[in-house]
């Protein structure tokens, strides 16, 4: 399993990903005040002919109220066309009445970390 922490305080992000040795991956991706789950998406690059790293399609779930499949969505369309493996981001990342300056921020961690943690899969995959 592989652990990344980005920011401080209430602006903490913390990725923890799990790999199925090539077959997919398993992202939590989750933060703030009060870190939980409250999204989820699925990306698979399309299998066959019409495989190509430009696109992948996504699934998503959210538990109601939640907004966290939006950047969940997000997560795993990168990672899954960054790897071209299919990915299950769950998200859950939430502070108390969160100006936009706030949401900003935390989304700008998390496309920081999730560019981290794909910069450590491929070096970790080409090593094997």
Request: charged content about 25%.
């Amino acid at each position: 399993m592989t652990e990344l922490t980005l920011g401080e305080g209430k602006y903490s992000i913390r990725l923890r990903a799990l790999g199925t040795e090539g077959a997919g991956l398993v992202v939590f991706l989750t933060g703030g005040e009060h870190p939980h789950l409250g999204g989820v998406s699925l990306a698979s690059v399309p299998s066959g002919d019409n495989a190509e790293l430009s696109r992948c399609d996504t699934w998503d779930v959210t538990l109601p109220g939640h907004k966290d499949k939006e950047l969940a969505r997000c997560i795993a369309r990168q990672i899954c066309l960054a790897t071209g493996e299919p990915v299950s981001v769950n998200a859950g990342i939430h502070i108390d009445n969160a100006s936009k300056e706030d949401i900003m921020c935390l989304n700008r961690l998390a496309e920081e970390i999730t560019e981290n943690f794909i910069k450590q899969y491929k070096a970790l995959k080409k090593e094997i």
